[in-house]
């Protein structure tokens, strides 16, 4: 190649995403016929409901429904989208002027960045805390302030210490609860606290809320408190709740200028997501509290008892009231930090779990393990790792 040619300066504010730069070794490892057991990404491995994946056929042998879609969605979706949130949140929102549909949470965070954040301004974000708020933030060229998130405070924001941080040049502020990694449940309290801290501030607080529906039998809202809609913004993704990672189908609601900011980036960067999706996702969005029931709550539950065993066998403490579809556990004190456990887990029980230290420093001393595996997986990669740590607690 040119050598005089030279990739854009922000290409040196990241790396390549830890999972696809470990997924790499995970299949070198298959082709050697290791038969590594993945228990590291939350990808759900179980279909949406009979009635999505029916209109989604429908709709796509209609000759006339394979045309551009609006960006802002259609009336179907958005509808959809704000009944949802009614129903299950008691929270109301306009379909036409306060739901913008999303190609899911990551393109959101890209959207929401570029329409509130100039370079050089600040952007809060969580540590641990998912890698995207960071990447993303670096590669729009804003600049990332991390807030602490710690297990003796429940995984919540420690408020006397934002206050006391210089926020002169803060646009954003990131949460994400249910949490993710941690399983920190979302509190009426932090919301509350949350939005007096981005009135006062001036900060738009955004929340990622993917994980409200797994192992949690209390969704929750930022937007449930009273003005969360002014200064406030919450993603929502189907990918976890209902079982649709591949199809990118998620939302962001907010007050009718912000969503209209949002809408400009995005019609100058993509189109309406197929017709088909669009109106698969509004049946998905209809699915009874029964589906919500055996799809998440029963079948995860079924998965953590094996991953707490794993924990036990590991050595590891982990919060058994945490929520959503991964354990996260502390590491015993003899190894020096996460990473080595994990590797060690790897290479010698072939099964691939997570460290905590990509979530952030706050992260170190911690292990993710994921329940997106079937529970005959699980089970078997128990048992491997009692082979080679012994039979834990």
Same mark, same amino acid.
């Given at each position: 190649?040119?050598?005089?040619?030279?990739?854009?300066?922000?290409? $040196?504010?990241?790396?390549?995403?830890?999972?696809?730069?470990?997924?790499?070794?995970?299949?070198?490892?298959?082709? !050697?016929?290791?038969?590594?057991?993945?228990?590291?990404?939350?990808?759900?491995?179980?279909?949406?409901?009979?009635?999505?994946?029916?209109?989604?056929? $429908? *709709?796509?042998?209609?000759?006339?429904?394979?045309?551009?879609?609006? #960006? &802002?969605?259609?009336?179907?979706?958005?509808?959809?989208?704000?009944?949802?949130? $009614?129903?299950?949140?008691?929270?109301?929102?306009?379909?036409?002027?306060? *739901?913008?549909?999303?190609?899911?949470?990551?393109?959101?965070?890209?959207?929401?960045?570029?329409?509130? *954040?100039?370079?050089? !301004?600040?952007?809060?974000?969580?540590?641990?805390?998912?890698?995207?708020?960071?990447?993303?933030?670096?590669? +729009?060229?804003?600049?990332?302030? /991390?807030?602490?998130?710690?297990?003796?405070?429940?995984?919540?924001?420690?408020?006397?210490?934002?206050?006391?941080?210089? +926020?002169?040049?803060?646009?954003?502020?990131?949460?994400?609860?249910?949490?993710?990694?941690?399983?920190?449940?979302?509190? %009426?309290?932090?919301?509350?606290?949350?939005?007096?801290?981005?009135?006062?501030?001036?900060?738009?607080?955004?929340?990622?809320?993917?994980? =409200?529906?797994?192992?949690?039998?209390?969704?929750? =809202?930022?937007?449930?408190?009273?003005?969360? %809609?002014?200064?406030?913004?919450?993603?929502?993704? &189907? =990918?976890?709740?209902?079982? &649709?990672?591949?199809?990118?189908?998620?939302?962001?609601?907010?007050?009718?200028?912000?969503?209209?900011?949002?809408?400009?980036?995005?019609?100058?960067?993509?189109?309406?997501?197929?017709?088909?999706?669009?109106?698969?996702?509004?049946?998905?969005?209809?699915?009874?509290?029964?589906?919500?029931? !055996?799809?998440?709550?029963?079948?995860?539950?079924?998965?953590?008892?094996?991953?707490?065993?794993? &924990?036990?066998?590991?050595?590891?403490?982990?919060?058994?009231?945490?929520?959503?579809?991964?354990?996260?556990?502390?590491?015993?004190?003899?190894?020096?930090?996460?990473?080595?456990? #994990?590797?060690?887990?790897?290479?010698?029980?072939?099964?691939?779990?997570?460290?905590?230290?990509?979530?952030? =420093?706050?992260? /170190?001393?911690?292990?993710?393990?994921?329940?997106?595996?079937?529970?005959?997986?699980? !089970?078997?990669?128990?048992?491997?790792?009692?082979?080679?740590?012994?039979?834990?607690?």
């Amino acid at each position: 190649m040119d050598n005089h040619i030279k990739p854009a300066d922000r290409l $040196q504010e990241v790396s390549e995403y830890y999972f696809s730069r470990k997924l790499k070794e995970v299949a070198k490892m298959n082709e !050697e016929g290791k038969d590594i057991i993945s228990l590291a990404i939350g990808s759900p491995d179980m279909p949406p409901s009979e009635k999505t994946i029916e209109t989604l056929c $429908q *709709v796509a042998r209609q000759p006339q429904a394979h045309g551009y879609q609006p #960006t &802002m969605g259609t009336p179907e979706l958005r509808e959809a989208m704000t009944a949802f949130y $009614q129903r299950w949140y008691g929270v109301e929102l306009d379909p036409k002027t306060e *739901v913008q549909p999303l190609i899911g949470s990551k393109e959101g965070i890209l959207h929401v960045t570029l329409a509130f *954040v100039n370079p050089g !301004e600040e952007v809060l974000v969580p540590n641990p805390g998912y890698p995207t708020y960071t990447s993303l933030s670096k590669i +729009l060229g804003a600049k990332v302030v /991390n807030y602490n998130l710690r297990e003796d405070n429940a995984w919540q924001p420690d408020f006397d210490e934002l206050e006391n941080m210089d +926020l002169s040049r803060v646009r954003l502020m990131w949460t994400n609860y249910p949490n993710m990694p941690t399983g920190g449940n979302a509190q %009426k309290e932090t919301y509350e606290k949350l939005v007096d801290f981005a009135r006062r501030h001036h900060i738009v607080v955004v929340n990622d809320n993917p994980y =409200s529906f797994i192992l949690n039998k209390h969704p929750m =809202s930022l937007l449930q408190i009273p003005g969360a %809609k002014d200064c406030c913004i919450e993603f929502n993704s &189907m =990918s976890k709740s209902h079982n &649709m990672p591949g199809w990118r189908v998620g939302l962001c609601a907010s007050n009718p200028t912000f969503i209209s900011w949002i809408l400009k980036i995005k019609s100058n960067i993509d189109s309406g997501t197929f017709r088909g999706i669009q109106l698969a996702a509004a049946e998905a969005y209809r699915n009874s509290p029964e589906w919500h029931e !055996e799809a998440n709550i029963a079948t995860y539950s079924r998965r953590r008892v094996y991953a707490e065993k794993i &924990m036990q066998t590991l050595g590891c403490y982990f919060d058994p009231n945490q929520v959503g579809m991964f354990l996260w556990g502390k590491i015993p004190e003899q190894y020096s930090n996460c990473e080595e456990l #994990t590797e060690k887990v790897l290479h010698e029980a072939r099964v691939f779990i997570t460290p905590g230290f990509i979530f952030g =420093s706050n992260g /170190n001393r911690y292990i993710r393990i994921s329940l997106c595996a079937k529970e005959d997986k699980i !089970e078997t990669a128990l048992h491997r790792i009692q082979e080679v740590f012994g039979r834990g607690e």
